[in-house]
């Protein structure tokens, strides 16, 4: 039973564009949300979060946004780099602190 | 400032036999967690510690896992004995309080390989 959902295995975008991933949740309780960005051979890093009482964050080419009715966020990067070519999870926080993570969309930006 | 740190990162084991891996979090952070991340999949919460103790270990299969953390720092995780599906990459991170607005920082990982 997946509570968080990332339907979209790839996305390839060329460079300069905007690049959208998406992400949905089943339960209704979460209230924080992140995006991690993964390298090969590394571990998951933090690069943007959104609270639940927030529609939008903003962090320089990233911006989060929340949809809680649809139960869906999603992540923008514009204008995209090749060096942001990774593998993005979305996750959510459960009341003990640790997360819930997606399958993770594989980003691969072109030059 | 130094960040987690975990070894080893490669393991390759046969089926039946035991393994561990040990983790070393952020200094300061009293939340430790391990994740285990299948290929294709998402990281999967196996334990969370604060402190010493332990504050969720629901998914942890007890009947062949186990971890550790003595004196709040450093930490083990144990599989004893290995299966097939036991093949993962085992991440370790930390935080400094476990709180829902706390950052987690993750490890590099240990890939584990199990023949």
């Known amino acids: 039973d997946q509570q968080v959902k990332q339907n979209s295995p790839s996305l390839s975008v060329q460079e300069g564009r905007i690049s959208i991933l998406n992400c949905d949740y089943t339960?209704?309780?979460?209230?924080?949300f992140l995006w991690y960005k993964k390298y090969p051979a590394e571990g998951p890093t933090f690069l943007i979060s959104?609270?639940?009482?927030?529609d939008k964050n903003e962090d320089g080419r990233f911006t989060v946004f929340l949809n809680k009715s649809a139960k869906h966020l999603s992540l923008h990067i514009v204008p995209s780099q090749p060096g942001d070519s990774a593998v993005y999870f979305c996750?959510?926080?459960?009341?003990?602190?640790?997360?819930?993570f997606g399958k993770g969309t594989k980003l691969s930006v072109k030059p | 400032e130094a960040g987690v740190a975990q070894s080893p990162r490669y393991k390759i084991i046969e089926k039946r036999q035991s393994v561990a891996f040990w983790c070393n979090p952020i200094?300061?952070?009293?939340?430790l967690y391990w994740y285990q991340q299948i290929l294709g999949q998402g990281p999967k919460l196996l334990i969370q510690?604060?402190?010493?103790?332990?504050?969720?270990d629901s998914q942890l299969p007890k009947d062949r896992f186990s971890a550790e953390r003595l004196k709040g720092v450093d930490s083990t995780l144990k599989i004893q004995p290995a299966k097939l599906e036991d093949s993962a990459v085992y991440l370790c991170?930390?935080?400094?309080?476990?709180?829902?607005?706390?950052?987690?920082?993750f490890g590099p990982g240990t890939r584990l390989t199990v023949l």
């Open positions: 991170a930390s935080s400094l309080v476990g709180v829902r607005t706390d950052t987690q920082y």
């Open positions: 339960n209704s309780m979460f209230d924080y």
């Open positions: 959104i609270s639940s009482i927030k």
């Open positions: 996750a959510a926080r459960r009341s003990q602190g640790n997360l819930i």
């Open positions: 200094s300061g952070h009293a939340t």
């Open positions: 510690f604060q402190n010493n103790g332990v504050v969720d």
